[in-house]
């Protein structure tokens, strides 16, 4: 009996779903009176021919946090932040939808200004993957955006057939429990023959803002007039947070300002 026992608590460690377990309970116990959280919430995008579940939804307020749990074991995730770039931003940019009575729904993509703040990176180096790999936080990423995508779909069919008006941020979240670092590089200390840099600083950090350009396709409307507007206009923000830290960030989560001068990009 003890040998079964052991051997069904290596195979539910073995999988991720408790990772998800323990975040809803940590969540539900924030007590907030606007927040709901969807658990494995099914999406299908017919045009990437995909599909999956999403982990967690948690809903408060105007935010819909779109969340991809990973539990890497003795997992530890650095960031490259070049040490003359400006270190802490609040800034990230992110999907809305807005739905108004006797008015079509509508969406788009902003900079919005979110606390709490963090280091933002476009470059993430992970144990055990190569330079044959495809990124390993890109393809998280990429999977979170398009199930993201799936479920504005989804919430504007609602609104639109049931006519009540809302206003609604999209935040694609990816919780890990591998330890997250900030490297501070300095460029012209990297050895450009062996591509290797011999002294570097490290900083442990809660949460770090993932931006680059993430998805194949330009946002609607968009006409750039060159390479460099194309990729900045595929740019998406997604937040890599690590569990421990997860219910303190959302506690602390509160939008401070939108992009659009002070207005809100609906109106």
């Not at 999956?52 to 819909?64: A, E, K, P, W, Y």
């Not at 079509?104 to 055990?128: A, H, L, M, Q």
């Not at 330009?218 to 595929?234: E, Q, V």
């Amino acid at each position: 009996m003890a040998d079964r026992n052991e051997e069904l608590n290596k195979l539910i460690n073995a999988s991720g779903f408790l990772l998800q377990l323990a975040l809803e309970n940590e969540i539900n116990h924030l007590k907030k009176s606007d927040l709901s959280v969807t658990r494995e919430h099914p999406w299908k995008s017919s045009i990437a021919d995909k599909d999956g579940f999403i982990d967690l939804i948690v809903s408060t307020g105007m935010m819909r946090f779109v969340i991809e749990c990973k539990r890497p074991r003795d997992g530890v995730w650095v960031f490259l932040v070049q040490n003359n770039a400006q270190n802490i931003i609040e800034k990230s940019r992110s999907l809305w939808s807005s739905s108004k009575i006797n008015a079509p729904s509508t969406s788009g993509i902003n900079d919005f200004y979110f606390t709490p703040n963090s280091y933002e990176s476009d470059v993430c180096i992970i144990r055990g993957q190569n330079d044959q790999d495809k990124p390993l936080l890109e393809r998280i990423a990429s999977q979170v955006l398009l199930s993201q995508d799936c479920l504005i779909i989804e919430e504007l069919g609602f609104v639109e057939r049931h006519r009540f008006p809302t206003q609604l941020i999209y935040v694609p979240v990816i919780v890990t429990a591998a330890k997250l670092f900030i490297c501070k590089v300095d460029p012209s200390k990297i050895d450009i023959n062996s591509g290797t840099l011999s002294d570097a600083t490290f900083e442990e950090v809660p949460l770090v803002r993932f931006r680059k350009s993430l998805v194949s396709d330009l946002s609607i409307g968009a006409d750039p007039f060159d390479l460099h507007g194309s990729n900045r206009d595929r740019e998406r923000t997604v937040f890599v947070i690590n569990s421990n830290h997860f219910a303190a960030v959302l506690n602390q989560w509160r939008i401070d300002a939108f992009s659009n001068n002070g207005r809100p990009p609906w109106d």
